[in-house]
Every structure is written in structure tokens, then in C-alpha cells.
């Protein structure tokens, strides 16, 4: 019974693990100016998942800043048109953002529960979680329909690592060409003017 239940537990456990590993088939698309972004299918989605990384010279405490200032940080997230906080909560807080899109597709807006968690190295992580049906739908903007990733710090000597990696299932219909130079262009230029922002003196 001891060894059906552990082959059991060995089951499960690989059940478990298999979408994780799919997700974990990335390609780099693009590495340039010390970003690298890379994408990744995701199984039942016709959108890729997308991961940026980077090494930013500043402590993990500036960048936490940066990213807490919810209005703020509207100016280095890509497309940003306006973002406010909704709710804080102990190490959650809940935003929302207005983002703009090229003619003639239609400006999307989301709706985040951000989670924080540190851990014994130093490392922060900051959850994200898509909640589509928070607040009621805003005229003249389509929801996005699902937002799964995080954001991730990690201490490196005088400077930071920092990865963002997230799945999108934006909404409504977005052409295939606005798809694919997204999932490069958001991690990419949202890194890019992070790192930007939080190395001026």
C-alpha cells in the first residue's frame, strides 16, 4: 500500500509539473542594450507568453519604490495611458490601467491584484493577477480578459536582477501583427525605461 501510495503521490506531482514544463519552453526573440526578451506558448492560448530580464544598477528597495507608486509608474509601463490604485490590502494592493493601442484596435484596461512577497535572500517577487470583473466595464475600452505572471528582484552586489514575465489573453480581437510585436515590445521597452528611470542619480 506504501509503494502505491508514493507512485500515486509520483503521479500527481508530474501532473503538476507538465504545464509548468510546456511554459518553460522559451525562445529568445530579442536581446539587445542588456534586455533580454524571450516567448513562450502556452497551451490553449493563441497568444505567447512573454519574459524580459535585465540588470539594473540599483537596489531592490528603489526599484520596489518605483513600483508602488502606482501613478508613477505609469510613465516606464509600455502603453501606459493612466493607472491608479483601487485598494490596499497588508502585501496586496489592487490597480488599474488604461493602456492605448494602435488604430483601429480599441484601448484595452485591466484590472491587477498585485501580491508581494520577500524572501530570506533579499529577493522580492510581486505577483500578478488578472480580476477582469472587479469593477464594471468603462465605455470605449475593452477589458483584458486574463493577466497571469509577476514580476521578480534579485540582488546581484550593487545591482538587481530583474525578470517580468506574464500571459496575456487581451480581449475582444487583436490583429496578429499587434499580438506579436507586443509580447516583444512590452517587456522590452517597460524594462528598458524602468532601468532608466531607477539608474539616474
Request: a positive charge; charged letters at 25%; glycine letters at 6%.
Amino acid at each position: 500500500m506504501g509503494s502505491f501510495k508514493r507512485m500515486a503521490l509520483v503521479c500527481a506531482v508530474g501532473a503538476l509539473l507538465a504545464p509548468l514544463a510546456q511554459a518553460e519552453s522559451w525562445q529568445v526573440a530579442k536581446d539587445e542594450q542588456g534586455i533580454k526578451v524571450s516567448l513562450s506558448e502556452v497551451a490553449g492560448s493563441k497568444y505567447k507568453a512573454y519574459r524580459g530580464v535585465t540588470l539594473i544598477k540599483a537596489n531592490v528597495a528603489k526599484l520596489r519604490a518605483l513600483h508602488e507608486d502606482v501613478a508613477g509608474a505609469c510613465a516606464w509601463i509600455h502603453e501606459c495611458k493612466v493607472q491608479k490604485l483601487l485598494k490596499r490590502e497588508g502585501n496586496q494592493i489592487w490597480t488599474y490601467t488604461q493602456f492605448n493601442t494602435p488604430w483601429p484596435v480599441t484601448p484595452r484596461d485591466s484590472i491587477l491584484k498585485v501580491t508581494t512577497e520577500e524572501a530570506a535572500d533579499g529577493s522580492v517577487v510581486r505577483k500578478l493577477e488578472g480580476l477582469p470583473s472587479y469593477l464594471p466595464e468603462e465605455k470605449g475600452f475593452v477589458r483584458v480578459a486574463q493577466v497571469e505572471g509577476f514580476w521578480k528582484f534579485e540582488p546581484k552586489g550593487d545591482s538587481t536582477e530583474v525578470t517580468y514575465q506574464v500571459h496575456t489573453e487581451p480581449g475582444g480581437s487583436v490583429p496578429s501583427w499587434l499580438a506579436n510585436s507586443f509580447v516583444v515590445e512590452a517587456p522590452f521597452n517597460t524594462l528598458k525605461a524602468l532601468k532608466e528611470k531607477a539608474e539616474k542619480p
